[in-house]
């Protein structure tokens, strides 16, 4: 079958879309990356998303426009892939589209464990004539879990290891980790978000150098560690908290970064973006350092990075410097996979799961009672009986 997945991350950067070929499913599951394309999000789009997100300035009828416009954006996305890999968009089996997390909100409480994704499928569908399978966090949540992270189990479908302990760290607007022990089964992995990935660096690139990223990290390379704030952000309330975990802008959005502004407001640019940096770095090491090591050790470890954070030099040198030598970091373009495609295609994974009836969560990582059937499926309209 060819399938699309569609990713939007928190970190707003663009709508990255994986053209796969997919056969079987479960652990039979055979997928080939055939293309990809991220649309770019517009500034007055993405400043109308990070609106909705704000929990102070956001209103219904915003998120109701939005859902609308980031449907057709999804579908512009899915037909500029097809152009680029010179198909039919006919001869698309079926999208998967994650949607765009406008709110993420865990809580012991069922009645308040909630999230919500928009860019509504129905469009993607009559669009390209296709079946979309989206919304994959609510079941989720419905079965008492966090709705996150869910990329764990296609991380287990495609990486597990006989003889690597492997952790593979996307770095998006968010930081997950999924760990995977050697010769582990589906029930053994774990899974959790690690804090702040590239959101608070891209929000400190905009506010203050009118950039929507730092290229390789070559701002931050130019600025010194602020050590007050360095010491501050390390005792933030997140790093400490067990998992399974997840946190999103709610937590490290512009609020958060605001705040920091109007906290050292003599600090240079650079040495902000450097301390945020560093900041990221720590997290992800932190929590290795925390919830991974005391149980697997770091031999025959290596970590996977993925996302946009798997292109900032920078980044990944203060990530190998915060962990043991013995531990190998590694990035998916290193191992012949992509930096960029890796959720869009786990995505187009999870929907092929769904459409074959299968359990598609991973409840070690997400704290789901048991497992189940992620998504909702929308048809083809087009195929519709009279």
Known sequence: MLAIGLMSGTSLDGIDAALVKINGCGTETAVQLMEMVTLPIGEELKEQIKTACDPVESNVPLICQLNTELGYQFLKACQILCQKAGIEEKSIDFVASHGQTIWHSPDADPAKNSTLQ???PSIIAYGLQTKVVADFRVMDMAAGGQGAPLVPYTDYLLYQSDTKNRLLQNIGGIGN??????????NELYAFDTGPGNMVID???????????DAFGETARA???IPTLQKELRTHFYLSQQPPKSTGRELFGKQFVQQL?????????EDLVRTLTDFTAFSIADSY??????????N??????SGGGAHNHLLIELIQGYLPESVAVVTQDDIGGSNDAKEAVAFAILGNETLHSRVNNA???TGAAQGVILGKIIPNPWEAKM
Do not use: N, W
Request: proline content about 11%; charged content about 15%.
């Open 118 to 120: 928009i860019g509504e």
């Open 203 to 213: 929000e400190l690139m905009v506010q203050l150098f009118g950039q929507p990223y």
């Open 223 to 225: 600025g010194a560690i």
């Open 300 to 305: 025959d470890m290596e970590v996977i990075l």
């Open 289 to 298: 350092q925390r919830f991974i090591f005391p149980q697997l050790g770091t």
């Open 177 to 186: 980790v999924t760990v995977l022990p050697k010769s582990g089964g589906l």
């Open 363 to 365: 409840p070690a990582a």
């Open 261 to 269: 502004l109007t906290k050292y407001p003599e600090a240079a640019p």
